[in-house]
Structures are given as C-alpha cells and as structure tokens.
C-alpha cells in the first residue's frame, strides 16, 4: 500500500491470528449492560482486524486510573491471563492517554491499543485508493505523534500485526520533525485530491444528488448494487467500504447521482473525521440522504443516534432525509419465536414498524435488501423525492435526462 510500511517480521506463522483480550469500564452514569453491548462491538472490530478475542475484562470505577487506567487489582488480574495464555494484545474500549499506553505495555508485556488505534488499524487495512490511503495515514500519524518515544521502544519488542498496520516501525529514523512535515505533506496532497474532487462534482452538478449514509454493517453497499445493479464490495465485516464510490441511475427517465459512503461508528477518532473531510463532502453536497438502519441489531436505535449526531457534527442535519429500516428478515428471525403464528408475528411486526414510521417524522421504508423485500415502495419513495428536488431545483424545467 502506498504510503504504509508492512513489516511483518515477527509475525505469527501462517497467518495465525492474534490473541487478544478486551478491557472496559463501568461508569457511574453507565450500566454493565452498556458497557456489554460497547464491548460486543469492539469484539467485532477486533474479529475485522484478525484477532481472535480470548476474555472480557471489565471494572466499575468512576474514572479511569491517570497511570494503569484500571485499577491495581484488575492489572494484576490481566497481568496473569496475558502470561498465562500467551495474550498477543490488549484493547481497551476507550482512549489511552501515551502516558498509560507506555505504563501499561511495560507491566503486561505485550501490545496494548485502545479502540481509536483499532479503528485506524482497520481503515488502513481497508484503504485502496491513493484519496483513502492518504486519510488514513493522516489520521494514524496525528494519532501517534504524541506516543513517539514509546512507540519505537516497544517496537524493538513487538512487531507487526494489529495496531501496527500504517506508518509504522521506522523506528529511529522516524522522529517528531519528520512525522510532523509528513503530516504537512500529506495535508497538502488531501487538499490537492479534493479540489480534484470539488471540480468533479461540479461537472456532474446538473443532476440531484443522493447519499447512502448510516452506521458500518448496515446494508449501505448492498443497497448500492440492489438499486443501481452495480457490483460494489460487500461483506459482514465493519467499515467494508471506505472510498466513496458513485454510480448514475435512471428510474422512470429521471436520472440521479447515488452514492456510498463510509459507515460511521460510536467513538470514531476525531482524527478521523478530519482527514475524511474530504470524502463526507460527498455527504455535505448532496440534496437527498438515504439514511440506513439494522433493525436486527439489538442498538439500531443508538445507532441511529450517532449517525444524526455525526450530521449535525458536519452541518448537514437538515438535509432531506428518507429513513431505510433493512434486515426486516433478520428482524423477524432474531424476535419472533419460530412458534408464534403468522397473524401474530406481521401484527407485531406492523406495530414496530407504525411506531418507528411515527418516530421518525419523515419519509421512511422497511425493507430487507438481501431478500429484495419491499423494494419497490423503496424505489417509489426515493423517485418522488428525486423528482420532488428536481422541481425545487429547476421549477420550470423538465427532470427527465
């Protein structure tokens, strides 16, 4: 990958995957039941970065401890399991300060990240073009100005694997100055890459917009191909999509720009943010936005919350928004027991969806794109938006192309 440095030595054989264990706590304004539900997910992005998760550790304190972040108790008791298992890495829910990253990696003797670096881990894997591999690369470097002298230290220890993806293990060669005037550079190549982009939408800024957004693993990219017949990657694994991808579709001679865009997540790294500036400009410069959510997932609502937080954080809270409720065949599998009669379970179902429809106060559908259910009341209400901005936008003209 441009701009990344693999250096795998050190690695395990064979491509056997890391052994990690979780750590997490429990605030005074935060259940257990929360921070559970906070862990789940960071399982999922470590089983998305390739690590194999062996235990949860989890802790009730008001505030984390400046030094060890927990407790001495509770080090003691992760000391033992990473010795005793082999541990390869230690993830923590929240942000390290460098200070404890460094106090914490010299008592377990092993890597230890927290989940913004995971996230950036994953993103660098995931990045393909030279716009994505910038972003990314930015993002870990002003991540990881700060933890320099501990860094190249624990380098000479450990090598490769997760959380060390990236700009990584130049070890001395690598200092403040020059992570700083790389950081410069690549400030002014994102800024060259987007002027490119601002001129490119421009030249297609004759036809309406519209912008599939929501949390990772929705169903974003699979909505993608469903309703422009596109192949456009596709996976059960967080953030499958970074680089935001367009396609033009004609439904009924009205012609619209559709585009897919990286899923957001709760805690992204606001480094993160800023160096996707770029690409959440496709976001901010669209008329329409499709707003996707699993209903299977057990937290769609806060999931829905922290997509239009992420909006109003970009400025761009009020724009049109349809609201696409997928995984209604999950839905119904993951809640409904097997035994329950049909007439039971399409009258819950009804009822879930009139709540929701009420709730959201907007344009809403349920659909499950996999299962190609519900796709045409999906199209019907997406093309009488289309057409509704068309009319907005050229009131005297027609909106066919």
């Given at each position: 990958?441009?701009?990344?440095?693999?250096?795998?030595?050190?690695?395990?054989?064979?491509?056997?995957?890391?052994?990690?264990?979780?750590?997490?706590?429990?605030?005074?304004?935060q259940t257990e039941d929360r921070l559970n539900e906070y862990l789940d997910e960071l399982e999922f992005l470590a089983q998305t970065a390739g690590a194999v998760v062996l235990k949860r550790f989890k802790q009730r304190l008001e505030h984390p401890d400046r030094n060890t972040f927990v407790g001495k108790g509770k080090l003691e008791?992760?000391?033992?399991?990473?010795?005793?298992?082999?541990?390869?890495?230690?993830?923590?829910?929240?942000?390290?300060?460098?200070r404890q990253q460094s106090i914490l990696e010299k008592e377990l003797k092993c890597k230890v990240?927290?989940?913004s670096y995971?996230?950036?881990?994953?993103?660098?894997?995931?990045?393909?073009?030279?716009?994505?591999?910038?972003?990314?690369?930015?993002?870990?470097?002003?991540?990881?100005?700060?933890?320099?002298?501990?860094?190249?230290?624990?380098?000479?220890?450990?090598?490769?694997?997760?959380?060390?993806?990236?700009?990584?293990?130049?070890e001395m060669e690598t200092d403040r100055r020059i992570v700083k005037d790389r950081i410069a550079s690549l400030k002014k190549q994102l800024a060259k890459i987007d002027t490119q982009n601002t001129v490119m939408r421009k030249r297609r800024g004759e036809l309406i917009r519209v912008a599939l957004i929501g949390y990772t693993n929705v169903g974003?990219?699979?909505?993608?191909?469903?309703?422009?017949?596109?192949e456009v990657f596709a996976e059960n694994k967080l953030f499958a999509t970074l680089d935001t991808t367009v396609r033009k579709i004609v439904y009924d001679n009205t012609a619209f720009l559709l585009s897919d865009t990286v899923g957001f997540i709760r805690k992204l790294p606001h480094d993160l943010i800023e160096s996707f500036?770029?690409?959440?400009?496709?976001?901010?410069?669209?008329?329409?936005?499709?707003?996707?959510?699993?209903?299977?997932?057990?937290?769609?609502?806060?999931?829905?919350?922290v997509v239009n937080n992420t909006l109003k954080e970009i400025g761009v809270s009020d724009k049109p928004v349809i609201?696409?409720?997928?995984?209604?065949?999950?839905?119904?599998?993951?809640?409904?027991d097997t035994y329950l009669p049909e007439v039971t379970k399409q009258e819950i179902l009804q009822e879930f969806m009139q709540?929701?429809?009420?709730?959201?106060?907007?344009p809403s559908v349920f659909i499950s794109a996999t299962e190609r259910q519900n796709i045409e009341e999906f199209r019907a209400k997406l093309l009488d938006m289309v057409k509704e901005q068309y009319l907005i936008r050229y009131p005297y003209q027609s909106a066919h192309y």
């Open positions: 990958m441009e701009g990344f440095v693999h250096n795998n030595t050190g690695k395990k054989q064979h491509d056997e995957p890391e052994k990690a264990v979780l750590a997490g706590l429990i605030y005074r304004d008791e992760i000391q033992q399991y990473v010795t005793d298992k082999a541990v390869d890495l230690v993830i923590f829910d929240d942000d390290l300060s460098p990240i927290d989940r995971l996230i950036l881990d994953i993103f660098a894997s995931r990045a393909r073009t030279a716009q994505a591999k910038a972003q990314v690369e930015l993002a870990q470097m002003q991540y990881l100005l700060p933890r320099l002298k501990g860094l190249w230290s624990h380098l000479e220890r450990q090598r490769g694997g997760i959380g060390m993806r990236g700009p990584g293990e130049q974003k990219s699979t909505i993608m191909n469903l309703l422009s017949k596109s500036k770029s690409t959440l400009d496709e976001v901010r410069e669209s008329d329409i936005l499709i707003h996707v959510a699993d209903i299977s997932h057990p937290q769609f609502e806060d999931q829905i919350a609201t696409v409720f997928n995984k209604t065949d999950l839905y119904t599998q993951r809640n409904f709540q929701w429809t009420e709730k959201i106060q907007g």
